[in-house]
Structure formats: C-alpha cells, structure tokens
C-alpha cells in the first residue's frame, strides 16, 4: 500500500452544525422509514401463516433471509459507488426502490412472490446506510460525531417503534373494513392492504432527500505523490488491502457487533407473537407495547452512546468500543430474562434494558468503525459492516428462533423458550468475540492517530 497520512480538516471547515443537524434528521426519517416498512410484517405473522398456509420457518425467511439476500450482496458495490460518487443520488434511488417493492408486497398472491417482493425491499434499503453514514462523517468533526451517528442509528428504534404503535392500530383497523378489491389483481387480503398503506407513503421521503446537498468529502487519506502531485482516489485494490492489513479488528468488531444484532432481529421478528401466544395479547395491544418500548430505548440509547463515548474518551483510546461493550452486558442480560418473566407486564419492562443495550451497542460500535476508517472508504466499510450484520442478524435472529420453535420444542406455545435459548447462546458468543476486539481496536485507533503527522 502506498505511503500516505490522513487529512485532517479543522472543524471551521465544516458546514454549520444547524445545517448539518438537519442532514442527520433528514437521513435518520429515511432510515425510520426503512424499518418501518421491513418490521411492519412481523405484526402479521398469524394471518399471513393462515392465509398462506406457510410454517414459523418460512415466516422467519420472509423476515430475515429475503430481505437480506440482496441488502447484503448489493451493499458491499454500492458501497464502493457511494465512496466515488453522489450519495445523494444514491439514496434517493434507495428509497424509491425499497418503497416501491413494500407496497408490491401487498400484491403478492403466494408465497413465492411475496418472497420476491421482500427481496427487493433489501434491494433498496441496501442504497441507504453506507452513504448515511458517509455523509453524517462530512457534516460532524470528530469530537461530536458520534452524537450525529448515535441519533441516525435511533432510527432503528423509531422505526420499529412506529411500526409496531401506528402499524398495530392501521392493521386493526383494516381488518375491521370489508376487503378491498382491486382492478386486475382482484380481493386482497388485509395484509396485503397493510403492505400498500405502509408503502407509498415512504416516497415523500426521496423529495425531501433532494433538499440535502452532496458534502464535501474530508478526512482522506492521501498517497504519495507520483508526479508531485497529491492522490486521493483510493483503488478498489488498496481498500482490499487496508482491510486485510487491520482484519483481526475488522473481523472482530464486524462479527461481535452482528451477534448482537441476532439478539435485537429476532426479538423484532418473534417477540409481538410471543405475546400473542403465549399470553393472549392482541395485535394492538402489543404493538402498542412494544411500540413505545422501542420509541423510549431509541433515545435513551443514542443518549448514552455519546454520553458514555465521550466520558470514556477522557482516558480510553477505545472508549467507543468501551461503550459498545457496555451496551451488549446490558442488552444480553435483559434479552435473556425478558422472554422468561411470569406476566406480560414484567415482560415488557425487561424489553427496555434489552432494546436500550443492544441499540446503545450498535450506535457506539458504529461511530468506532468510521473514527478508524479513512473517508474513501468509508461507505464500503460500512457496506462490510452491514453485510456481515445481516447475514448473521437477519438469517440466525429470526430464522434460529423459528428453527428451535418448529424442530426442537415442536410446539407453537414454545417460542417464549426459543427466544430464550437464542440470547443466551448469541449472548455469550458476542462478549467473548468483542473482548478479543478491544486491544485490537486500541491498535487501529493510536494507528489513526498516526496518520495526521
């Protein structure tokens, strides 16, 4: 790799930060969006089990391994198109894409073909994080990024929070009106007016996209001049590179933090009918519940993300990753008890300390990652990051639980116990492999520093 130090902007290069507020809350409803419109089906598992006569496994595919197919196979190339070009542009294309495809879910007649409309809607939510988290790195300097990144990862939680609150009460309502009947495409079912209603509306989201401006690019890391003068482009081959050089940190923190994700996917997939079956709750209720359980952790999260980061910071080279680890104790311990309490009201207070942890750890993991990652690279790290987040997250999380449920306990009222079982072997898993990653991030980190000279 070719000799090279990192450009350091001052923070007076940056834009203002009311305008760059604005950016993060403008990317951060575009990602609420995104989860709105990939958690709404986890509210209608029964009725589409019933009207499709399909088993928790197959369920747990639409939840997880169809959206991810493709979230995680286009993320790394359009990572590498977002680190040369508009972001922008990019995840207005994004957005569009994804929202499109939700609503098409509501046309799907048979399982094969609502397996291909959630397909696509990984397609397009696939365009959104690495150019989020790119642009949200031009706009903060150091110092305060990590607030900026900590309240776009709050979308997650506003999302599913949103969801399950709005979706809950839209899904009853739909389910209390006569079947709407379309040209064409004839009777549809409830749910698949639920996937129109959620759909479409996504869309206003791109024009608002089109108020951002692309920023200019900073913290980059410059080659040595060949002809004197300086290079910044950085060749597909020398990201290869840098990656593989520093692999024992990237692996470590790439696979520690998707552990954690196993825990919050499959408690996003399963934990709505969890209450429905094992106490009885209706769709309403829970998503309610649950709702405002991820609209409260979201925040709170994000808050303690920056807050521990920063305090950390004062003496820890890997206060980031210090923060991350503290989230996933905490995250792993209620993840565990919350499926195991005796009442549905125990329940859903456990829910906050587990939904709090593992959001806190993904914010704080997430500003880790691009503090140590130079800015032309940035977006495919990240693509990296989500990749391997999804493949485990978004396959093992649901599909795991649904496994347990279906072939080990053979019993539907069982899925409590399934989730239970999850966490604490995903729990386990996740501590001891971002244990391994704190001296190693340490190393990145004092290694970054260097570059300024």
């Given amino acids: 790799m070719a000799k090279s130090q990192l450009q350091e902007p001052r923070p007076a290069d940056y834009p203002s930060p009311a305008y760059g507020w604005y950016v993060v809350v403008i990317l951060t409803l575009a990602y609420m969006v995104s989860f709105i419109d990939r958690q709404i089906m986890a509210l209608m598992v029964e009725p589409i ?9 197959q369920i747990s595919l639409l939840l997880g391994l169809a959206f991810a197919i493709f979230y995680t196979v286009l993320g790394i190339p359009i990572g590498r198109l977002a680190d040369l070009y508009s972001r922008r542009i990019i995840i207005i294309s994004g957005i569009s894409i994804w929202c499109l495809m939700t609503a098409a879910c509501g046309l799907a007649r048979n399982y094969t073909q609502l397996f291909l409309m959630r397909v696509g809607v990984g397609v397009g939510e696939a365009a959104l994080s690495p150019g989020a988290l790119s642009m949200i790195s031009d706009y903060f300097p150091k110092d305060t990024r990590v607030r900026a990144v900590s309240f776009y990862t709050m979308g997650i939680s506003l999302g599913v929070g949103t969801a399950m609150i709005l979706g809950g009460q839209v899904i009853e309502y739909v389910y209390s009106i006569p079947r709407l009947t379309l040209p064409v495409i004839g009777e549809l079912y409830p749910w698949q007016t639920v996937f129109l209603v ?11 996209m089109l108020t951002i401006k692309e920023p ?6 410059i080659f040595s001049p060949t002809h004197g003068e300086k290079a910044y482009h950085m060749p597909f081959a020398s990201v290869v590179g840098f990656i593989n050089q520093r692999r024992q940190m990237y692996g470590s923190h790439f696979v520690g933090l998707s552990i954690v994700a196993i825990l919050a996917y499959g408690f996003y997939a399963w934990i709505p009918t969890m209450f429905i079956r094992t106490w009885g709750w209706s769709i309403g209720e829970i998503g309610m519940a649950y709702g405002l359980v991820t609209l409260i952790s979201g925040p709170l999260a994000a808050l303690l993300a920056a807050w521990t980061s920063e305090y950390l910071a004062r003496k820890h080279d890997d206060a980031h990753m210090r923060a991350a680890f503290i989230g996933v104790i905490v995250g792993v311990i209620a993840s565990v008890l919350a499926p195991l309490m005796p009442t549905p009201e125990l329940s859903v207070i456990m829910l906050l300390p587990a939904s709090t942890g593992t959001s806190m750890a993904t914010a704080a993991g997430i500003s880790a990652l691009i503090i140590v990652t130079p800015n032309q690279m940035r977006a495919q790290a990240s693509a990296l990051f989500y990749f391997v987040i999804n493949i485990l997250g978004l396959t093992i999380g649901p599909t795991g639980i649904a496994l347990v449920t279906d072939y080990i306990f053979q019993d539907d009222t069982a899925l409590r116990y399934s989730i239970a079982i999850v966490a604490v072997s995903s729990g386990v898993i996740a501590i001891a492999v971002l244990l391994y990653n704190l001296p190693r991030y340490r190393f990145a980190y004092s290694e970054s520093k260097d570059w300024l000279d």
């Fill in 49 to 57: 089990r019933h009207d499709l006569e399909i088993s928790d496994t």
């Fill in 198 to 208: 959620v759909g479409l509306p996504g869309l206003v989201m791109a024009l608002l």
């Fill in 216 to 221: 200019k690019r900073r913290e980059r890391l």
